[in-house]
């Protein structure tokens, strides 16, 4: 990966100000924003959370007593760079809600059940080709308030750690067909349609272990133009 970020990748990212999607208008720059150079902070730097990385941290599903309750499913896929290239040792992080829709947070008070067996978090680390692999339960839609009756589609949200601690990028990871697309401020505050198509997943028959859980993959692109939108951009 070049040292030079390709300023075409912005044009993949949600937009600072996305008016429907309510909480924006109040944290959106009224600037444009200066593009800062690149400095040896910005391109070294300690390396966060990769050596805490334990056996099973990856199994949303093992982490307790008893195994939670929705659908099993594996999300896997690679962490590329902007020329398709696997990128290794990188951190990846997810977090999600329950079947039910619920995370477990304590100003969710969204009125559906807790999950005493799943957490909803889980980490790993890319391999020397880049890969990623989880266990999870699929997470359930949930109302957020933004507007009368809005419902955020079922999603993950996947956050990748480079070799620094500058080098963080969130995204959130969509399935195929969800009905409440064209109702979400957030999937539409990406205003490209092939760059939204990039935050669904894709349903992998080939790696769903049968009788056990279905697979989705979801390839992470770091910039580019083929580029993952993120959110933090």
């Not at 680390?125 to 109302?143: E, H, L, N, Q, W």
Request: aromatic share 10%.
């Amino acid at each position: 990966m070049t040292f030079i970020y390709p300023t075409d990748s912005n044009k993949a990212h949600p937009l600072p100000l996305s008016p429907d999607y309510k909480s924006s208008i109040k944290r959106a720059p009224n600037k444009p924003l200066i593009p800062m150079r690149h400095t040896l902070s910005e391109l070294t730097g300690p390396v966060y959370g990769h050596e805490t990385v334990r056996e099973g941290d990856a199994d949303l599903t093992t982490q307790h007593t008893g195994e939670p309750i929705g659908e099993r499913i594996i999300v896997h896929g690679h962490v590329r760079d902007e020329n398709g290239r696997g990128v290794p040792n990188s951190l990846v992080e997810i977090w999600q809600a329950n079947s039910c829709g619920r995370y477990v947070h304590v100003r969710d008070q969204h009125p559906a059940p807790l999950d005493p067996n799943f957490t909803g978090a889980g980490r790993t680390v890319s391999d020397a080709a880049g890969y990623y692999r989880f266990v999870t339960i699929k997470p359930g839609a949930y109302p957020w308030g933004n507007h009368h009756n809005a419902w955020r589609p079922a999603h993950i949200h996947l956050s990748v750690f480079g070799h620094s601690f500058v080098t963080r990028l969130v995204t959130q990871m969509y399935f195929p067909n969800d009905p409440l697309f064209p109702f979400d401020p957030i999937f539409n505050s990406v205003p490209d349609e092939k760059a939204r198509a990039r935050m669904v997943s894709s349903f992998d028959l080939e790696n769903t272990q049968p009788e056990w859980a279905l697979c989705y993959r979801f390839d992470v692109v770091l910039r580019g133009k083929n580029a993952t939108p993120m959110e933090n951009h």
